[in-house]
């Protein structure tokens, strides 16, 4: 693993997977929006709403498996200085923000129809927004110092903090949410799933989580290279002080 | 010197430098009434209204008083290079932390629980409800300091340091919230409240046994 470690490797690896797994990524959705759009029936008791399953559930899956991405990271780069795991956290985060940010929007808009209301204090949602508050912390606490390394220390502890409080969020809010009143909407119940309907969910959540590694690839390569500039423009206005 | 002595020449230290600027806990005091006057003119004067939020709304007000005084808890340590000396002797930091914060506590979360009846009683509370609310604030406010002390010590130093600080310790501070709240609305229900206050305690027994040690490494980030 440790290997793994050098930014030349890194980088090459990054720029190798990411324009496959780009491609692929797209063409999955694209798969998976079709069969979604137009192939499944409508749910026999949503309609059509449903459909808007297909970008919300693979976004909220993505949203807590960016998490886990960003801890892991954050946690390397804590334990073993390596600098491309911060580079990699870095580039995890506003990713994984925007698919919290989907996640939490698509569950509005389906609300509507749904629930008759744009936003519930529902255990789930409750703990999804914390968790896009830990995502904006992250990012802001990153950028609040001159130093960058500063930053980047500072947020890895509050990312590994985080991880610590999730399940204690979850559990907490879970429990607040049926002490305070009685749960009125419970999870779709739906015991088994047509294959009609469930063929595009997986399209869409293999295809999301191509993207999402396209996209980390790609700000990760970029850091990368914003890095490399910076020493070298260091060693140049070094070699003119001399 | 032994862990201990530490401990207590750090504590003693901290509290003696508060003492002396009694302005910082009546800033706390006065921010946590304030708060909570808000409320009823906001919601309006209703008793029915004002008694059925009020446990929440000493609750919430405490924790804003106790997010506030947070960027005191290093700032003066770090400025005039106090901070360094103490990362640089043998003792560990976590401790220097724990003592730290534990003088932090006692100079806002003490005084807040020695408030907050005044201030149920202006939101109307019953007064039953006063004695489970002051023993869920005494369990949960420590946790409150601990975790506080995570979000000071990775602000340090920071732009915008004091804006900061709500978005990072909102998430981390739910659960406590949650839990400290639930505990004076058992008892408001005539339900048993111990399961609620148990939860509170193993919340700040989990922060007491982490938190010094994630504040530390913070502090650690910011030093080299």
């Known amino acids: ?242 | 010197m032994s862990l201990a002595g530490t401990f207590t020449a750090i504590l003693v230290r901290d509290l003696a430098r508060t003492a002396g600027r009694s302005g910082d806990v009546v800033a706390v005091l006065a921010f946590f009434v304030v708060a909570a006057t808000l409320f009823p003119l906001g919601v309006g004067p209703g008793p029915q209204v004002l008694a059925r939020i009020a446990s929440g709304v000493v609750w919430a007000s405490a924790l804003l008083a106790v997010l506030l005084s947070l960027d005191r808890l290093f700032d003066a340590d770090r400025n005039d290079g106090a901070l360094e000396g103490l990362a640089l002797s043998p003792a560990p930091l976590a401790v220097v932390v724990l003592a730290k914060t534990t003088a932090h506590w006692l100079t806002t979360g003490l005084p807040l629980i020695l408030m907050a009846p005044l201030v149920a009683i202006m939101l109307q509370a019953e007064l039953r409800l006063v004695p489970a609310l002051m023993a869920s604030l005494a369990l949960g406010t420590p946790a409150l300091s601990l975790i506080g002390a995570i979000g000071a010590a990775l602000t340090l130093g920071a732009r915008r340091g004091a804006a900061l600080m709500p978005l990072l310790l909102l998430p981390l501070y739910v659960p406590v919230l949650i839990f400290g709240v639930g505990a004076v609305e058992a008892a408001a229900n005539g339900l048993p409240m111990g399961p609620h206050l148990m939860l509170l305690a193993a919340g700040s027994v989990l922060a007491l046994a982490l938190a010094p040690l994630a504040a530390a490494a913070g502090l650690r980030a910011g030093l080299d």
């Open chain 1, 1 to 242: 693993m440790h290997r793994y470690a050098n930014p030349t490797l890194y980088g090459r690896i990054v720029d190798r997977v990411r324009r496959p797994a780009a491609l692929a990524g797209l063409a999955l959705i694209l798969v998976g929006l079709y069969l979604g759009l137009f192939v499944a029936p409508p749910d026999y008791q949503q309609g059509e709403s449903f459909r808007i399953m297909y970008v919300h559930v693979p976004a909220a899956w993505m949203a807590m498996f960016s998490y886990a991405g960003l801890a892991v990271s954050s946690a390397v780069y804590l334990i073993w200085r390596h600098g491309v795991a911060d580079v990699t956290a870095k580039a995890i985060a506003p990713a994984g923000a925007a698919f919290t940010a989907i996640a939490l929007v698509t569950g509005s808009l389906w609300g509507q129809p749904m629930w008759g209301t744009w936003w519930v204090w529902d255990a789930r949602l409750t703990s999804v927004l914390l968790l896009f508050f830990l995502y904006l912390g992250y990012m802001v606490l990153r950028d609040a110092f001159d130093a960058p390394e500063r930053g980047a220390k500072a947020a890895a502890i509050l990312a590994v903090v985080g991880v610590v409080n999730l399940p204690i969020i979850k559990f907490s809010v879970d429990w607040w949410n049926t002490l305070h009143q009685p749960a009125t909407i419970s999870k779709l119940d739906a015991p088994s799933i047509h294959p009609s309907m469930l063929w595009p969910l997986l399209a869409m959540a293999l295809g999301f989580t191509l993207i999402f590694v396209a996209i980390v690839c790609l700000r990760a390569r970029t850091e990368l290279l914003e890095r490399r500039a910076r020493s070298l423009e260091m060693q140049a206005a070094l070699g003119r002080a001399e």
